[in-house]
């Protein structure tokens, strides 16, 4: 967590030269990635990327970009649209958004991803609750990579059908060996980063304004 996601992903991004690329991320993060993207990527002549974020659910002509933007709530209505784009590059930014399959999302996701020739996922949690959705995670990035869900479950699960890992190091170490995964800890990256920065706020408090506010929701309670 923290340790700079996004900026490799703009690396690979300036490495490979893969434009254009589209960037998929929760609501919250378009801006930072506007952000990031400002602060850190320039063309090969020093000048900046230009940025298009895609809005609506109404698929329209994209103009020219270097980098297009979006979140995964308007995946379902340029379900059709964006693969015929033909855009070569492909972030899925909290790839864990995708851990649930059959829904108009993951499928928009999945022609996205595949009508693309590179594919990453960022996330610090790719999975949230059953060990099995990384099945679901690593076939946005490479489909049946693990097989299908029969196999996996098999081989990697307590049994046929069962949704739950039953040794997921083992798991890790199989997806990092086979470079799908690249997992990097705090411990590794320690020294190359910032001091950490504490701010304490004070917060007026008033007893008597707090009790009348609580009233209400203690009589509810």
């Not at 090969?44 to 103009?63: C, F, Q």
């Not at 590179?118 to 990384?134: C, D, F, H, K, Q």
């Not at 049946?144 to 196999?151: I, K, P, Q, R």
């Not at 059908?161 to 990092?176: D, F, I, M, T, Y």
Request: charged share 25%.
């Amino acid at each position: 967590m923290g340790l700079g996601k996004a900026v490799q992903a703009l690396a690979m991004l300036a490495q490979t030269g893969a434009y254009p690329a589209l960037v998929v991320a929760p609501p919250h993060l378009l801006r930072n990635w506007e952000n990031e993207i400002a602060r850190f990527v320039r063309r090969p002549d020093g000048s900046p990327l230009s940025v298009h974020v895609i809005r609506g659910l109404k698929p329209y002509a994209l103009p020219p970009a270097d980098i297009y933007l979006m979140h995964y709530l308007l995946l379902r209505g340029w379900k059709e649209a964006l693969p015929e784009c033909a855009i070569p590059t492909v972030i899925f930014d909290e790839i864990q958004e995708l851990r649930n399959s059959g829904t108009e999302k993951y499928s928009a996701a999945s022609l996205l991803a595949g009508a693309a020739s590179r594919v990453a996922g960022l996330s610090g949690t790719p999975i949230y609750n059953r060990g099995a959705e990384i099945w679901n995670v690593v076939n946005i990035l490479d489909f049946h990579f693990l097989g299908d869900w029969e196999s996996f479950s098999r081989e990697w699960c307590y049994g046929y059908n069962s949704a739950v890992v039953a040794k997921p190091e083992l798991l890790g170490e199989h997806l990092r060996r086979e470079g799908l995964m690249l997992r990097r800890l705090k411990s590794d990256v320690l020294t190359e980063l910032a001091p950490k920065r504490r701010l304490v706020q004070e917060i007026d408090w008033d007893d008597a304004v707090y009790r009348e506010l609580m009233k209400p929701v203690a009589e509810q309670l």
